[in-house]
C-alpha cells in the first residue's frame, strides 16, 4: 500500500457496520469503485456530514432573486436554505431552522419578505438571518437571550456569472479556490457577456429513485455513454449516422480539474486555422451568443480564455461534486435553433433518492424570440420531459437497484480508459487536458476528491 | 410545418362563456372525446392522438413552486416540464415508435389516465369551448407493486373539427411542486 494512502486512512477512515473500512471501497491501483456506495445508509449519513455541508452547493441563480427581499428556499443536502436578496444587493443563505424550537421559519418557496417569523412561537428574523425579535422579550426571557448567537446559521456564499452556490463550513477554502483549475473553465461558460446570464423561470424538479452519485459520476463527465444510452437519437437523426467515434460525439477535448469534468469541442478540422480568435469567432459565434456579443468576450474573459472558446469551446460537464452545465445549441424540429444553458444539481433524499433540479438560462441580451426558442429546445431536451435526459433516468436507478443485493453491491464501477494529461500543442488553460476519444480521467478524478472528503473530517481540501 | 410564434407558456386564461351543462349533447361528445383520448393512450396508440391535435396546439405544463395563499397558484408562466408543439410532439412520438433505444419507457409502463370532473365553456370563437379536467394518472414501472401518481387539472381548448373535435392548447396544471416519476416520457 502506498504511503499516501496510508495516510489518508490515519486520517479519518470509518468502519462501517459489517468491519468494512470505507476506504476499502474505492481501489486506487485498478480503478474501481464498490456499487455499495450507492445504498449504503451509513455512507450516505456520512455523506451530509463530509461533503454536502462542506462543500459549496449550487442553489440557484442571483436573476431568481433580482430585488431586496426576493427570496427562493433551496436545499444544501438535506439542509433547506433560505436564499435571500438584502437591500445592499448582497446575498445571505440562511438555514431554514428556528433556533429555538427547530420549525422551519419560512414556508413558501419563493417571495418577497421584509423578514421572516417563526410560526411557532414567532420569534423573527432578518433576511440576513439575525435575530430581531421575540414576543414578550423582556417578560420571558429578561437580558437572558444572546441574541447574536440565536440568528439563523448562516451559510457562505460564492457566485460565478450569477450561479449562487452555498457553504456551511466556515473554514472551507473560497468557492474560487474550491474550483481551483476548474474555475477558469466555469468562466468560459457561465461569465461571457456584458449583460450576463438570466433565467428563464423557476427550476423543475423530480424525484428520481437513485443515488445521488449515479447522476455525479456520469456528471464528470461521461462521453461515453451517448453511444449506448442516447442510441435513439441516432434514430432521430441528431447522432451516430455513421459507426464512428466522430458521428457519436465522443471525439473532444476533455478537462478534468479538481473533481469537475467538462468537455470542449474541438473545432481544428472545422474552422480554418490560419484565421485569428476573432475571426473564427467572428464566423461562428459560440454557442448562446449574438454576433455582436462576441466581442464581449474580451471584456469578460483572459485571452487565453477567448482562445479556448473560440478553438474549443467549453460545452458540458460538472462542477465537484454536483453542478452540472449543459451549454447547447438546441436545434429544433423546423430547423432553428434555440441555444441556452441548462443547469442541473442533485439533491440527495436519503440513500435512494435523489431531486433533479433543471434550470434553463439564456444570455440577459439575446432577442426575445431567441429566449422564447431556448425554451421550446431546452425543456425538449434535458430535464423531465428532455427526449435527451428522460433516458439518463432509467440508468440511474437501474444501478441502484443493482447496489441492494449482497452480490451486486461488490459489483464495481470500472475506470479502464485514460489519456493522462495529453493536451493540444499550446493549449492554453489550466487542468488536466485530454485530447481525443472521451475517457474516464474525468470520472476517476471526481472519485478521488469524493474519497478526499469522505475520509477526513477536518475542513477544507 | 407552421410553427406558432406566439409563446407556448403563459398562464393568461381565455374568456369563458356560458358553461355547458351535465347532459348537454356537446356536453357529453366532449366527454366522449377526452375518454376516446384517454383510451388511446392508455393503450399507447401514440399516432391516434397525435391526430387529436390541432395544428397550432400549444401544449404546456408549467413548474410550479409553493407559495403563501396571498401569492397565488405558484406556476411559472415561463419555465415548463413541458413546453411544445405538433412538430415536437410528433418528433416524441416517433422517438417511441419508431427507436428501439427509447428506454425511458422501453419496456413500458403500465399506464392509466383516470379523468373526472369535467367543465366544458363555450369560448367567444365560434365552436372553441374551453374545458377543464381532472386527471389522475398511474403508472407502473418494472415489478414495482406500487404506483407512480400523477394528479393534475387539465385546460383545454377544443375546436369543433368534423364530428369530433381537435385539441387547440392544453395546459397541464400539476399538483406536484417535485415531481414523483422520474420522466414524463408519456402525455396527459
Given at each position: 500500500m502506498a504511503i499516501d494512502e496510508l495516510e489518508v486512512r490515519a486520517l479519518r477512515d470509518v468502519v462501517l457496520a459489517d468491519g468494512t473500512l470505507l476506504s476499502e471501497l474505492i481501489n486506487h491501483e485498478s480503478c474501481e469503485v464498490d456499487l455499495r456506495v450507492l445504498t449504503d445508509p451509513q455512507i450516505y449519513q456520512l455523506e451530509l456530514d463530509r461533503l454536502f455541508a462542506r462543500t459549496w452547493i449550487m442553489v440557484g441563480h442571483e436573476t431568481e432573486i433580482p430585488n431586496p427581499g426576493d427570496f427562493v428556499v433551496r436545499y444544501i443536502g438535506e439542509d433547506a436554505v433560505i436564499v435571500a436578496r438584502q437591500p445592499d444587493g448582497g446575498i445571505a443563505i440562511s438555514l431554514n431552522v428556528c433556533p429555538h424550537r427547530g420549525m422551519q421559519v419560512c414556508r413558501a418557496e419563493v417571495g418577497n419578505a421584509t423578514k421572516f417569523k417563526c410560526p411557532y412561537h414567532a420569534w423573527v428574523f432578518g433576511t440576513d438571518g439575525r435575530f430581531l425579535a421575540a414576543p414578550f422579550e423582556q417578560e420571558m426571557y429578561g437580558d437572558a437571550l444572546d441574541k447574536p448567537a440565536l440568528g439563523l446559521q448562516q451559510a457562505r456564499v460564492g457566485t460565478i456569472g450569477g450561479v449562487i452556490f452555498g457553504n456551511f463550513?466556515?473554514?472551507?477554502?473560497s468557492l474560487r479556490e474550491f474550483f481551483g483549475d476548474f474555475y477558469w473553465y466555469l468562466e468560459c461558460i457561465?461569465?461571457?457577456?456584458?449583460?450576463g446570464l438570466e433565467v428563464l423561470g423557476a427550476p423543475q424538479r423530480a424525484l428520481i429513485r437513485s443515488n445521488w452519485k449515479g447522476p455525479a459520476e456520469q456528471g464528470s463527465i461521461d462521453g461515453y455513454h451517448a453511444v449506448g444510452l442516447h442510441r435513439s437519437l441516432r434514430d432521430l437523426g441528431f447522432l451516430g449516422r455513421e459507426m464512428t467515434p466522430q458521428a457519436w460525439g465522443l471525439i473532444s477535448v476533455d478537462i478534468s480539474a479538481n473533481g469537475g469534468g467538462l468537455r470542449c469541442t474541438d473545432l481544428r478540422d472545422v474552422?480554418?486555422?490560419?484565421?485569428t480568435d476573432k475571426e473564427k469567432l467572428e464566423q461562428a459565434p459560440p454557442i448562446g451568443l449574438t454576433p455582436e456579443m462576441v466581442l464581449q468576450l474580451g471584456n469578460n474573459l483572459s485571452p487565453e480564455q477567448v482562445a479556448v472558446v473560440a478553438n474549443y469551446p467549453p460545452s458540458v460537464g460538472q462542477a465537484f461534486p454536483s453542478f452540472e452545465f449543459l451549454l447547447t445549441p438546441g436545434p429544433l424540429e423546423d430547423g432553428r435553433a434555440g441555444p441556452f444553458l441548462a443547469l442541473h444539481t442533485w439533491v440527495p433524499r436519503g440513500p435512494e433518492a435523489f431531486e433533479i433540479w433543471t434550470w434553463n438560462l439564456v444570455e440577459r441580451d439575446v432577442p426575445e424570440l431567441t429566449k422564447e426558442l431556448a425554451l421550446r429546445a431546452a425543456i425538449r431536451s434535458f430535464g423531465s420531459s428532455g427526449n435527451i435526459e428522460m433516458d439518463d433516468g432509467e440508468a440511474w436507478p437501474s444501478q441502484t437497484r443493482s447496489a441492494r443485493g449482497a452480490v451486486g453491491r461488490k459489483m464495481t464501477f470500472k475506470y479502464r480508459a485514460f489519456h493522462g494529461h495529453n493536451p493540444p500543442e499550446g493549449w492554453p488553460g489550466p487542468g488536466q487536458v485530454h485530447d481525443g476519444i472521451t475517457r474516464d480521467d474525468g470520472q476517476w478524478g471526481w472519485w478521488k476528491r469524493y474519497f478526499e472528503f469522505m475520509l477526513t473530517a477536518e475542513a477544507g481540501q | 410545418m407552421t410553427v406558432t410564434e406566439r409563446s407556448i407558456g403563459g398562464l393568461d386564461e381565455p374568456t369563458l362563456g356560458p358553461r355547458i351543462p351535465y347532459g348537454d349533447p356537446l356536453y357529453c361528445a366532449i366527454v366522449d372525446f377526452l375518454n376516446e383520448e384517454a383510451w388511446l393512450l392508455d393503450h399507447d396508440l401514440l399516432d391516434g392522438w397525435v391526430?387529436?391535435?390541432?395544428?397550432d396546439i400549444a401544449y404546456f405544463m408549467p413548474v410550479r413552486q409553493t407559495v403563501l395563499?396571498?401569492?397565488?397558484?405558484?406556476?411559472?408562466?415561463?419555465?415548463?416540464h413541458y413546453y411544445d408543439d405538433l412538430a415536437s410532439i410528433r418528433l416524441r412520438v416517433r422517438r417511441v415508435l419508431e427507436s428501439e433505444f427509447a428506454f425511458a419507457e422501453d419496456p413500458p409502463s403500465r399506464i392509466r389516465r383516470h379523468v373526472t370532473s369535467v367543465r366544458v365553456h363555450r369560448l367567444p370563437e365560434p365552436d372553441c369551448y374551453g374545458v377543464t379536467s381532472s386527471m389522475l394518472l398511474l403508472r407502473n414501472r418494472w415489478d414495482q407493486p406500487t404506483y407512480d401518481l400523477v394528479s393534475a387539472e387539465r385546460n383545454d381548448v377544443l375546436r369543433s373539427s368534423g364530428e369530433s373535435f381537435k385539441i387547440a392548447r392544453r395546459r397541464i396544471l400539476v399538483d406536484q411542486v417535485t415531481l414523483g416519476t422520474p420522466n414524463l416520457a408519456f402525455f396527459f
Open positions: 463550513d466556515q473554514q472551507a477554502p457561465l461569465c461571457r457577456t456584458d449583460g474552422i480554418r486555422g490560419d484565421l | 391526430g387529436l391535435l390541432d395544428e395563499r396571498s401569492a397565488g397558484s405558484g406556476f411559472d408562466p415561463r419555465m415548463g
